[in-house]
């Protein structure tokens, strides 16, 4: 039977593939691991047109990464619980029940004797004085929840700027398409006006079919252009924590206000950005902590002073064979004690244990000045790039300007029979150009004043929309 049962387990235990040259097949019967169902996600109004704050909201709300920081963040705050428990006394009710049979050698002969006994007590167990080592942890559980908060923080910062690009992206792509859109539109007018004037025997077959060719091209942009905006839609469905599949209408660039300048000077900016960025705040309780480590390992070297006892009643039953049993009387009984504890040799393991803490306690502050000068670093290059969006975006109204005027001065001069079909086709692919640059140009804008208030930290700290 020992057998069978060995064989049995061995034959439905868990195996590894049988080899590396194709996947694991579940064993039949074997039950399928599922995915756990998630929240309840947010259901957008579909008559509703979404800003961009009602999406930051919707994703500081619905973002998987928010609910991990939290409860990261929960978890910090019970340690600090924990930690704080240890200066009270610890109290403990027990009931005990025993019984024991031994043979007792009396005179000549051996004496069974049986015995049952039961009690209950409460027992007292309490750390008077450490020197500070439940203080010190105290302190280390206290900056890690506040370094867990700074995290919490963080997460929501990354979390803000994650829909920004998400959303911004969204924008260039429908602004692209509908740029593709009046291309095609502006190809099919050619094309048209091409066919009419060969008909009318002033224009030649080349130019129809140039026309022609110019009218696939700018029909082929707009479909690549259309993929490229169910991309980016999925992009953001995703950043709100929603599914691609979900449908949501949100605000177009043609109503967003375009920012002609950058406010803050570089120089106050990287200020702004030393001072309120949480992932460096949380740099610096780590370091708060460590250092509270590094004392809590020195304090280890000094003694403990603890008291602990135990109180309550107990009745008790005895036979001696061949003696009838009896019974004793219910008394209380006690034990307390006082103990000083100083540990004298633990094969170094205290010096390890400072050791460890002096170290960890230079990398934090080693983190801090590298990570202060990644901070200034990102804002340097988050404002110049801003800069450089802002001068691009100004220069790229201009270039549409004037490749608007200068199609339609084409066109009309083309009707007219001024200009050939070949400066037509140009002028439109210039416009074509100009009306992408400027789309590119203005969320490119808009993504770097993101950028510079997400390297700052602003996004956490903004008065209004």
Do not use: C
Request: hydrophobic letters at 40%; a neutral charge; zero cysteines.
């Amino acid at each position: 039977m020992l057998g069978m049962l060995l064989a049995g387990g061995i034959a439905g235990a868990q195996k590894a593939p049988p080899t590396s040259a194709r996947p694991w097949d579940v064993p039949s019967g074997q039950q399928q691991l599922t995915l756990p169902s998630r929240p309840v996600a947010f259901v957008p109004d579909s008559s509703k047109t979404y800003t961009l704050p009602d999406l930051v909201n919707i994703a500081e709300q619905n973002n998987p990464d928010t609910r991990v920081a939290w409860e990261n963040a929960k978890a910090r705050a019970a340690d600090l619980g924990i930690a704080k428990s240890t200066l009270y006394p610890t109290l403990a009710a027990a009931a005990v029940g025993s019984t024991a049979r031994i043979n007792i050698l009396f005179n000549t002969e051996f004496v069974r004797q049986t015995t049952y006994n039961y009690a209950h007590a409460l027992a007292l167990d309490y750390i008077i004085f450490d020197f500070g080592r439940r203080s010190d942890e105290i302190t280390v559980s206290k900056y890690n929840l506040i370094a867990a908060n700074f995290q919490f923080n963080d997460t929501h910062r990354t979390v803000i700027f994650g829909v920004m690009q998400a959303y911004y992206r969204l924008l260039n792509a429908r602004g692209q398409q509908d740029a593709a859109e009046a291309n095609l539109k502006n190809a099919q007018t050619v094309r048209e006006n091409s066919e009419a004037r060969l008909s009318l025997g002033l224009a030649t077959l080349p130019d129809v079919l140039e026309a022609r060719s110019a009218e696939a091209q700018a029909d082929y942009d707009l479909q690549a252009t259309i993929g490229v905006t169910q991309i980016a839609y999925g992009d953001l469905t995703t950043a709100l924590g929603l599914s691609p599949t979900t449908k949501i209408q949100v605000q177009g660039i043609q109503d967003l206000k375009i920012p002609d300048e950058i406010t803050n000077t570089v120089e106050k900016s990287i200020d702004l950005a030393l001072a309120q960025r949480p992932d460096l705040m949380q740099r610096v309780a780590q370091l708060r902590a460590a250092s509270a480590e590094l004392k809590e390992a020195h304090s280890a070297y000094l003694p403990t002073l603890s008291v602990d006892g135990n109180a309550g009643i107990d009745r008790s039953y005895g036979q001696q064979y061949p003696l009838p049993g009896v019974y004793s009387p219910t008394q209380e009984f006690w034990n307390a004690k006082l103990s000083l504890t100083w540990t004298i040799f633990d094969g170094w393991a205290r010096e390890q244990r400072v050791k460890r803490a002096n170290a960890e306690k230079k990398q934090a502050a080693a983190e801090i000045d590298a990570i202060r000068d990644q901070v200034e670093n990102d804002v340097w290059s988050a404002y110049a790039t801003a800069q450089t969006a802002l001068r691009q975006q100004r220069a790229a109204a201009a270039l549409l300007a004037s490749a608007t005027e200068s199609y339609d001065a084409a066109l009309e001069s083309y009707k007219y029979g001024v200009r050939s079909q070949i400066d037509v086709v140009s002028a439109q692919r210039t416009l074509a150009a100009a009306r992408t640059a400027d789309v590119n140009a203005r969320t490119q804008l808009l993504t770097g004043i993101a950028a510079l208030a997400f390297q700052t930290g602003d996004l956490l700290y903004a008065k209004g929309p």
